[in-house]
C-alpha cells in the first residue's frame, strides 16, 4: 500500500512537472534568445519571492541582452516576449495599433466589479468610451477645472504651515497623496474631501486599502492569475466589497443629489452622468452601476497615486540638487510676477524649466515600470524571422528604456537637461515611456501634468526642500506591487522661506 501511494505520488509529480514546462520551448524554437526559465514559476521567481521589484527584474532582464531586439520570457508557463528595440516598440504602439490594440488584463464583473475601466476593457468597448471621455481632459475642460486645483494648492500651504509649526520633517509620499486626493475628489466627484485635514478621510483610507499588499492580496492574485475561471466563479467571495461599495454609493449618491437639485459641474462625474442619460450613444456598453463606477475608480486610483509619486519623487531630487530648486523656484517666481501674481493654466503650462524637471522625475520614477499590450492576430515582427500566434503578449521595458546609458547619458543622475528641447530631438520617440504611447496611452496626462505641478508650484514657492538623518540616499526600492513604491517613505525637511524670498 505505501510503496503504490509512493509511486503515486512520484507519478504526479513527473506529470505535474512535464506540463510547467511543457511551453518552455516556445521561445526557442521561434530564435528568441531569453534566460532558462524555472519549472511552474518561469522567469518570475525573483518577483514570487519578494527579492526583485517589477521594475528591477524588468530592467535587469533588459540589461543582460543588450545585443538583441527583443528577450523571450515566461510569466510562469505563459510567454512573453520583451521588446528592447525601439523601432519594433514604435511597430506595436503606433504603425500596426490595429493588431495590438488591446492591453491583455482580464476584466472581472464579478469577482472585481470595479475593473470594468478603461485601462481594461477589451477595444471594443475601449474605443467607444474613450471617444466618450476624452473631451473631459482637452484644453479647454482642464482650464475649467484649473481654478479648483489651485484652491487645493492653497489649502496645501496652509496645512503645510501648521505641520511645520510642530515638525519639520514630513514624509512626502503621504503628503503629496493627501493633496492630489482633494484634487481628485474635487475634479472627478465634484466633493470637498478635505483629505489635508482629515486623518480619518474615507477615500485615503480607501486608496492606502487598494494598494496595500497583503498576504491575503497576494494569495488572491496567484488564485486570479492561475485559476481566472475558478476566481470569477466565485464573485463576491473575493472581491474586496467595502471598497466596491464605496464607491458605487458614493457615485450613486451625488448623481442622485445633483439630480434632485438641478446641480451642473465641469467634472468627470457630470460626463458619466451625461453617458448614463443617453445610452443609445454608447449601444456597445451596458452601463451598470460598476460599470459607470469602475471609471471614476480608475481616475482617483491613477490621479492620486501617479501625480503624489511624482511630486514627492521630485522633491526627493530637488532636495539633493539645491541648484535645480533654486533655478526652478526662480522660474516659479518669475513666471508669477509676469502673470500679475496670479497663476493660469497657460503660464503654468509654458513653465519650461518646471516641464524638464517635471519629464526627468518621470523618467527615473516612472509609476508604472512595464507595458503591456496583447495580440489580436498572428504577427511578424519587422525585419525578422519571429512570428507570433494570436493572444501573444508584448512587454515594453519602461524602466529598462528609462536607464539605457546609450539614451540617457549617466542614468542614475538627476538631470533636467535631459528634457531640452535639443536632446529630445537627439533621440527616438520611444525613448520616454512614462504614460505610454500610442492611441492607447493615458488619457489623463495633461491632467496629471497640471495637478503634479501646481502641487510643486505651492510647495517651492513657500518653502526649502532638504534631505535629512531619515532620507534613503541611495533609493531604496519597495518589492512588493506592481507600480513603484520607495521602501521606507520620503522623509524630507521643509522649511518655510522668509517673506521676501517667497514673494
Same mark, same amino acid.
Given at each position: 500500500?505505501?510503496?503504490?501511494?509512493?509511486?503515486?505520488?512520484?507519478?504526479?509529480?513527473?506529470?505535474?512537472?512535464?506540463?510547467?514546462?511543457?511551453?518552455?520551448?516556445?521561445?526557442?524554437?521561434?530564435?528568441?534568445?531569453?534566460?532558462?526559465?524555472?519549472?511552474?514559476?518561469?522567469?518570475?521567481?525573483?518577483l514570487i519571492t519578494g527579492k526583485k521589484s517589477v521594475g528591477q527584474?524588468?530592467?535587469?532582464?533588459?540589461?543582460?541582452?543588450?545585443?538583441?531586439?527583443?528577450?523571450?520570457?515566461?510569466?510562469?508557463?505563459?510567454?512573453?516576449?520583451?521588446?528592447?528595440?525601439?523601432?519594433?516598440?514604435?511597430?506595436?504602439?503606433?504603425?500596426?495599433?490595429?493588431?495590438?490594440?488591446?492591453?491583455?488584463?482580464?476584466?472581472?464583473?464579478?469577482?472585481?466589479?470595479?475593473?470594468?475601466?478603461?485601462?481594461?476593457?477589451?477595444?471594443?468597448?475601449?474605443?467607444?468610451?474613450?471617444?466618450?471621455?476624452?473631451?473631459?481632459?482637452?484644453?479647454?475642460?482642464?482650464?475649467?477645472?484649473?481654478?479648483?486645483?489651485?484652491?487645493?494648492?492653497?489649502?496645501?500651504?496652509?496645512?503645510?504651515?501648521?505641520?511645520?509649526?510642530?515638525?519639520?520633517?514630513?514624509?512626502?509620499?503621504?503628503?503629496?497623496?493627501?493633496?492630489?486626493?482633494?484634487?481628485?475628489?474635487?475634479?472627478?466627484?465634484?466633493?470637498?474631501?478635505?483629505?489635508?485635514?482629515?486623518?480619518?478621510?474615507?477615500?485615503?483610507?480607501?486608496?492606502?486599502?487598494?494598494?496595500?499588499?497583503?498576504?491575503?492580496?497576494?494569495?488572491?492574485?496567484? %488564485?486570479?492569475?492561475?485559476?481566472?475561471?475558478?476566481?470569477?466563479?466565485?464573485?463576491?467571495?473575493?472581491?474586496?466589497?467595502?471598497?466596491?461599495?464605496?464607491?458605487?454609493?458614493?457615485?450613486?449618491?451625488?448623481?442622485?443629489?445633483?439630480?434632485?437639485?438641478?446641480?451642473?459641474?465641469?467634472?468627470?462625474?457630470?460626463?458619466?452622468?451625461?453617458?448614463?442619460?443617453?445610452?443609445?450613444?454608447?449601444?456597445?456598453?451596458?452601463?451598470?452601476?460598476?460599470?459607470?463606477?469602475?471609471?471614476?475608480?480608475?481616475?482617483?486610483?491613477?490621479?492620486?497615486?501617479?501625480?503624489?509619486?511624482?511630486?514627492?519623487?521630485?522633491?526627493?531630487?530637488?532636495?539633493?540638487?539645491?541648484?535645480?530648486?533654486?533655478?526652478?523656484?526662480?522660474?516659479?517666481?518669475?513666471?508669477?510676477?509676469?502673470?500679475?501674481?496670479?497663476?493660469?493654466?497657460?503660464?503654468?503650462?509654458?513653465?519650461?524649466?518646471?516641464?524638464?524637471?517635471?519629464?526627468?522625475?518621470?523618467?527615473?520614477?516612472?509609476?508604472?515600470?512595464? %507595458?503591456?499590450?496583447?495580440?489580436?492576430?498572428?504577427?511578424?515582427?519587422?525585419?525578422?524571422?519571429?512570428?507570433?500566434?494570436?493572444?501573444?503578449?508584448?512587454?515594453?521595458?519602461?524602466?529598462?528604456?528609462?536607464?539605457?546609458?546609450?539614451?540617457?547619458?549617466?542614468?542614475?543622475?538627476?538631470?533636467?537637461?535631459?528634457?531640452?528641447?535639443?536632446?529630445?530631438?537627439?533621440?527616438?520617440?520611444?525613448?520616454? %515611456?512614462?504614460?505610454?504611447?500610442?492611441?492607447?496611452?493615458?488619457?489623463?496626462?495633461?491632467?496629471?501634468?497640471?495637478?503634479?505641478?501646481?502641487?510643486?508650484?505651492?510647495?517651492?514657492?513657500?518653502?526649502?526642500?532638504?534631505?535629512?538623518?531619515?532620507?534613503?540616499?541611495?533609493?531604496?526600492?519597495?518589492?512588493?506591487?506592481?507600480?513603484?513604491?520607495?521602501?521606507?517613505?520620503?522623509? %524630507?525637511?521643509?522649511?518655510?522661506?522668509?517673506?521676501?524670498?517667497?514673494?
Amino acid at each position: 500500500m505505501i510503496l503504490e501511494l509512493t509511486s503515486g505520488i512520484f507519478v504526479l509529480g513527473v506529470l505535474i512537472y512535464c506540463w510547467s514546462i511543457s511551453t518552455y520551448n516556445f521561445w526557442h524554437e521561434r530564435g528568441v534568445p531569453g534566460p532558462k526559465p524555472v519549472p511552474l514559476l518561469g522567469n518570475i521567481s525573483d518577483l514570487i519571492t519578494g527579492k526583485k521589484s517589477v521594475g528591477q527584474l524588468v530592467q535587469d532582464y533588459y540589461n543582460d541582452y543588450k545585443n538583441e531586439k527583443m528577450v523571450g520570457l515566461f510569466f510562469r508557463r505563459e510567454p512573453i516576449l520583451l521588446l528592447r528595440d525601439l523601432d519594433l516598440i514604435k511597430d506595436i504602439f503606433i504603425s500596426d495599433f490595429s493588431k495590438f490594440s488591446d492591453r491583455p488584463m482580464r476584466v472581472f464583473e464579478k469577482a472585481e466589479p470595479l475593473s470594468q475601466t478603461l485601462l481594461h476593457l477589451e477595444y471594443a468597448r475601449w474605443r467607444p468610451l474613450r471617444n466618450k471621455l476624452s473631451p473631459v481632459f482637452t484644453s479647454g475642460k482642464l482650464k475649467d477645472m484649473f481654478n479648483l486645483i489651485l484652491n487645493c494648492g492653497d489649502n496645501l500651504q496652509t496645512v503645510m504651515d501648521k505641520i511645520i509649526d510642530k515638525n519639520n520633517i514630513i514624509e512626502a509620499r503621504d503628503l503629496t497623496a493627501r493633496f492630489t486626493i482633494d484634487v481628485i475628489g474635487v475634479c472627478a466627484f465634484g466633493l470637498e474631501i478635505n483629505a489635508m485635514n482629515d486623518d480619518d478621510n474615507k477615500f485615503r483610507k480607501m486608496g492606502k486599502r487598494v494598494f496595500h499588499m497583503s498576504f491575503k492580496k497576494i494569495l488572491l492574485f496567484q %488564485l486570479r492569475e492561475l485559476f481566472p475561471s475558478i476566481y470569477e466563479f466565485l464573485g463576491s467571495i473575493v472581491d474586496d466589497t467595502e471598497v466596491t461599495n464605496f464607491f458605487i454609493n458614493t457615485m450613486r449618491d451625488t448623481m442622485n443629489y445633483r439630480r434632485k437639485n438641478n446641480l451642473t459641474r465641469n467634472d468627470f462625474l457630470q460626463y458619466l452622468m451625461e453617458i448614463e442619460d443617453n445610452p443609445d450613444k454608447l449601444p456597445e456598453i451596458k452601463l451598470t452601476d460598476s460599470f459607470l463606477a469602475s471609471q471614476l475608480f480608475i481616475f482617483f486610483l491613477a490621479g492620486f497615486e501617479t501625480s503624489s509619486s511624482t511630486i514627492s519623487h521630485a522633491l526627493y531630487e530637488l532636495a539633493q540638487y539645491e541648484n535645480y530648486q533654486d533655478q526652478l523656484r526662480q522660474e516659479i517666481k518669475e513666471t508669477k510676477e509676469a502673470n500679475g501674481g496670479k497663476w493660469t493654466y497657460d503660464s503654468v503650462k509654458n513653465m519650461v524649466f518646471m516641464e524638464k524637471v517635471f519629464r526627468e522625475t518621470l523618467r527615473k520614477f516612472s509609476p508604472i515600470p512595464m %507595458l503591456i499590450r496583447g495580440s489580436n492576430t498572428e504577427y511578424t515582427l519587422s525585419g525578422t524571422n519571429v512570428t507570433i500566434p494570436k493572444n501573444s503578449k508584448i512587454a515594453f521595458p519602461v524602466y529598462g528604456i528609462h536607464y539605457d546609458p546609450k539614451i540617457y547619458p549617466n542614468p542614475e543622475v538627476f538631470n533636467p537637461e535631459n528634457f531640452s528641447p535639443e536632446a529630445i530631438q537627439s533621440r527616438h520617440p520611444m525613448s520616454f %515611456l512614462s504614460f505610454g504611447e500610442g492611441p492607447r496611452n493615458c488619457v489623463g496626462m495633461r491632467f496629471a501634468y497640471q495637478q503634479s505641478k501646481v502641487g510643486l508650484i505651492k510647495i517651492l514657492e513657500r518653502y526649502r526642500v532638504d534631505v535629512c538623518d531619515k532620507t534613503d540616499i541611495p533609493y531604496k526600492f519597495s518589492t512588493r506591487g506592481f507600480s513603484l513604491e520607495p521602501l521606507n517613505g520620503i522623509y %524630507l525637511k521643509f522649511t518655510k522661506l522668509d517673506n521676501s524670498s517667497s514673494k
